[in-house]
């Protein structure tokens, strides 16, 4: 099996857990959802397929995660290198004059004030813009610091010791990432269409 290319937003230092992305996809997709519905129904696009496919997405997503967090908790040597690597990704952000903590405190600030249910959806809006644009600059942030000499290697060795760790953690891992890529395939064909 090849290997499949982890996401980098994984190993941001400060945004390590997978609820915080989850969180910015399920506060940002939420309303643009609203309107490629309306788009796509105009256009003869299944949206309660969109929506299905959408949702068995974050479910595998999950479900990798979870046997990545697992992978992790049983290899202290594998945290260790995380940790090495988050280390590196932070210092070449911040050379490459990004704040890495400052971003990670402005998602986590956006997302409580997002948490607030008395907040009128008018102000939610205008967060979770926010919330999208501070997720862009953590992953400008990220790549340029991928393309650093001193932090690609190190990446790419985490990349390949994770995906054995959480292979070994669970055999499923493979039927997994093949179920996700086939979904993602259906997605991006269901915007084609939409576009079309």
């Given at each position: ?78 945290q260790a ?19 890495p903590q ?81 979904a993602e ?12």
């Amino acid at each position: 099996m090849a290997l499949m290319k982890l996401r980098s937003w994984r190993l941001f230092p400060y945004l390590i857990a997978a609820g915080s992305v989850l969180m910015v996809i399920f506060y940002v997709a939420r309303p643009v959802l609203g309107a490629l519905g309306r788009h796509f129904a105009a256009r003869q696009v299944p949206v309660a397929r969109l929506a299905e496919t959408q949702r068995k997405i974050g479910s595998l997503d999950e479900k990798i995660a979870g046997i990545e967090r697992a992978a992790l908790t049983h290899d202290p040597k594998l945290q260790a290198e995380r940790g090495q690597v988050a280390e590196l990704l932070g210092r070449s952000m911040a050379e490459h004059g990004h704040d890495p903590q400052a971003i990670t405190e402005r998602i986590k600030t956006i997302e409580g004030q997002l948490g607030d249910k008395t907040l009128p959806e008018a102000n939610k809006g205008k967060l979770r813009a926010e919330l999208a644009r501070a997720a862009a600059e953590a992953d400008a942030a990220q790549q340029a610091a991928l393309r650093d000499p001193k932090v690609r290697p190190a990446y790419q060795a985490l990349q390949k010791d994770l995906m054995l760790a959480m292979n070994k953690q669970d055999p499923t891992l493979p039927q997994l990432l093949r179920e996700r890529a086939q979904a993602e395939q259906q997605l991006r064909a269901l915007y084609r269409t939409a576009a079309g």
